[in-house]
Protein backbone atom coordinates (compact mmCIF):
# COMPACT_ATOMS: atom_id res chain seq x y z
CA UNK A 1 0.00 0.00 0.00
CA UNK A 2 1.25 3.86 -0.37
CA UNK A 3 1.78 6.12 2.24
CA UNK A 4 -0.73 8.45 3.10
CA UNK A 5 -0.31 11.91 4.49
CA UNK A 6 -2.96 13.02 6.89
CA UNK A 7 -3.76 17.11 7.20
CA UNK A 8 -6.34 18.68 9.58
CA UNK A 9 -6.23 21.96 8.24
CA UNK A 10 -6.96 24.53 10.33
CA UNK A 11 -6.93 28.50 10.09
CA UNK A 12 -3.94 29.07 11.94
CA UNK A 13 -2.15 25.06 12.21
CA UNK A 14 -2.12 22.36 9.98
CA UNK A 15 -1.55 19.11 11.81
CA UNK A 16 -0.14 16.62 9.58
CA UNK A 17 0.30 12.55 10.25
CA UNK A 18 1.60 9.69 8.01
CA UNK A 19 0.51 6.21 7.92
CA UNK A 20 3.35 3.54 7.76
CA UNK A 21 3.81 1.27 4.53
CA UNK A 22 1.16 -1.37 5.00
CA UNK A 23 -1.49 0.84 5.68
CA UNK A 24 -2.30 -0.57 9.16
CA UNK A 25 -1.25 2.61 11.43
CA UNK A 26 -1.54 6.49 11.18
CA UNK A 27 1.94 8.47 13.29
CA UNK A 28 1.94 12.17 14.37
CA UNK A 29 4.49 13.96 11.78
CA UNK A 30 4.42 17.49 12.92
CA UNK A 31 2.09 20.62 13.08
CA UNK A 32 2.85 23.81 10.43
CA UNK A 33 2.15 26.60 11.60
CA UNK A 34 0.33 28.73 8.60
CA UNK A 35 2.32 31.65 7.16
CA UNK A 36 0.96 32.25 3.67
CA UNK A 37 -0.51 30.21 0.93
CA UNK A 38 2.47 29.93 -0.89
CA UNK A 39 4.87 28.70 2.37
CA UNK A 40 2.02 26.10 3.38
CA UNK A 41 1.63 24.79 0.05
CA UNK A 42 5.43 24.28 -0.61
CA UNK A 43 5.37 23.05 2.83
CA UNK A 44 3.23 20.39 2.15
CA UNK A 45 4.84 19.21 -1.01
CA UNK A 46 8.50 19.26 0.47
CA UNK A 47 6.69 16.57 3.01
CA UNK A 48 5.42 14.29 0.44
CA UNK A 49 8.55 14.12 -1.68
CA UNK A 50 10.62 13.44 1.49
CA UNK A 51 8.54 10.95 2.60
CA UNK A 52 7.26 9.46 -1.09
CA UNK A 53 3.69 10.07 0.09
CA UNK A 54 1.70 8.16 -2.51
CA UNK A 55 -2.25 10.01 -1.67
CA UNK A 56 -3.14 12.77 0.99
CA UNK A 57 -6.31 12.66 3.26
CA UNK A 58 -7.70 16.15 4.57
CA UNK A 59 -10.02 16.06 7.21
CA UNK A 60 -13.41 17.99 5.97
CA UNK A 61 -15.94 19.25 8.88
CA UNK A 62 -19.00 18.62 7.43
CA UNK A 63 -21.79 20.02 9.60
CA UNK A 64 -23.91 17.82 11.89
CA UNK A 65 -26.53 17.92 9.34
CA UNK A 66 -23.97 16.52 6.67
CA UNK A 67 -23.87 20.01 4.71
CA UNK A 68 -20.34 21.94 3.86
CA UNK A 69 -19.62 25.20 5.75
CA UNK A 70 -17.54 28.01 5.96
CA UNK A 71 -14.71 25.86 7.37
CA UNK A 72 -15.37 23.01 5.21
CA UNK A 73 -15.36 25.57 1.99
CA UNK A 74 -11.96 27.15 3.12
CA UNK A 75 -10.47 22.98 3.36
CA UNK A 76 -11.92 22.27 -0.12
CA UNK A 77 -10.23 25.51 -1.59
CA UNK A 78 -7.27 24.44 0.10
CA UNK A 79 -6.99 21.19 -1.67
CA UNK A 80 -7.90 22.71 -4.91
CA UNK A 81 -4.53 24.96 -4.39
CA UNK A 82 -2.83 22.09 -3.53
CA UNK A 83 -3.59 20.15 -6.16
CA UNK A 84 -2.17 22.70 -8.47
CA UNK A 85 1.61 22.24 -6.04
CA UNK A 86 1.08 18.57 -6.26
CA UNK A 87 0.71 15.22 -8.26
CA UNK A 88 -0.87 12.84 -6.22
CA UNK A 89 -4.69 12.23 -5.49
CA UNK A 90 -6.41 13.80 -2.78
CA UNK A 91 -9.15 13.01 -0.90
CA UNK A 92 -11.36 13.59 2.00
CA UNK A 93 -12.82 12.35 5.54
CA UNK A 94 -15.37 13.40 7.82
CA UNK A 95 -13.30 14.58 10.78
CA UNK A 96 -16.77 15.21 12.56
CA UNK A 97 -15.56 15.32 16.44
CA UNK A 98 -11.71 14.65 15.65
CA UNK A 99 -10.73 17.78 18.11
CA UNK A 100 -12.95 16.45 21.11
CA UNK A 101 -11.90 12.98 20.20
CA UNK A 102 -8.14 14.66 20.72
CA UNK A 103 -8.88 16.12 23.59
CA UNK A 104 -9.73 13.46 24.90
CA UNK A 105 -6.50 11.08 24.30
CA UNK A 106 -4.61 13.97 25.46
CA UNK A 107 -6.44 14.35 28.58
CA UNK A 108 -5.89 10.75 29.08
CA UNK A 109 -2.47 10.98 28.37
CA UNK A 110 -2.11 13.61 31.08
CA UNK A 111 -0.75 16.58 29.26
CA UNK A 112 -1.46 19.72 30.52
CA UNK A 113 -3.33 22.63 28.49
CA UNK A 114 -0.20 23.89 26.88
CA UNK A 115 0.87 20.38 26.05
CA UNK A 116 -2.63 19.77 24.49
CA UNK A 117 -2.92 23.03 22.24
CA UNK A 118 0.82 21.84 20.83
CA UNK A 119 -0.15 18.62 19.98
CA UNK A 120 -4.34 18.99 18.98
CA UNK A 121 -3.92 19.39 15.52
CA UNK A 122 -1.11 16.29 14.89
CA UNK A 123 -3.59 13.81 16.88
CA UNK A 124 -6.49 15.43 15.08
CA UNK A 125 -4.76 13.84 11.95
CA UNK A 126 -3.92 10.75 13.11
CA UNK A 127 -7.64 10.46 13.83
CA UNK A 128 -8.47 11.55 10.45
CA UNK A 129 -6.14 9.37 9.04
CA UNK A 130 -6.96 6.48 10.70
CA UNK A 131 -10.22 6.27 10.01
CA UNK A 132 -9.40 6.58 6.84
CA UNK A 133 -7.59 3.51 7.15
CA UNK A 134 -10.19 1.91 8.90
CA UNK A 135 -12.75 2.46 5.86
CA UNK A 136 -10.30 1.33 3.69
CA UNK A 137 -10.40 -1.84 5.62
CA UNK A 138 -13.79 -2.24 5.55
CA UNK A 139 -14.19 -1.85 2.45
CA UNK A 140 -12.02 -3.48 0.66
CA UNK A 141 -12.43 -7.54 0.13
CA UNK A 142 -9.82 -9.80 1.83
CA UNK A 143 -8.56 -12.75 -0.18
CA UNK A 144 -8.79 -16.36 1.37
CA UNK A 145 -5.54 -18.33 1.46
CA UNK A 146 -7.40 -21.29 2.48
CA UNK A 147 -6.76 -24.25 0.19
CA UNK A 148 -9.07 -26.73 1.85
Known sequence: MEILLGLDVGDVRIGVALSDELGVAAHPLCTLTRKNRKVDLLAIADLVAIHKVGRIIIGLPVSLDGSIGTQAEKVQKFAQRLEHVIDIPIEFQDESFTT????????????????????????????????????????????????T
Not at 115 to 144: F, G, H, N, W
Open 100 to 147: AEAEDVLRELNKDTKEQKELIDEVSAVIILTDYLKQIRETTPTVSTNN
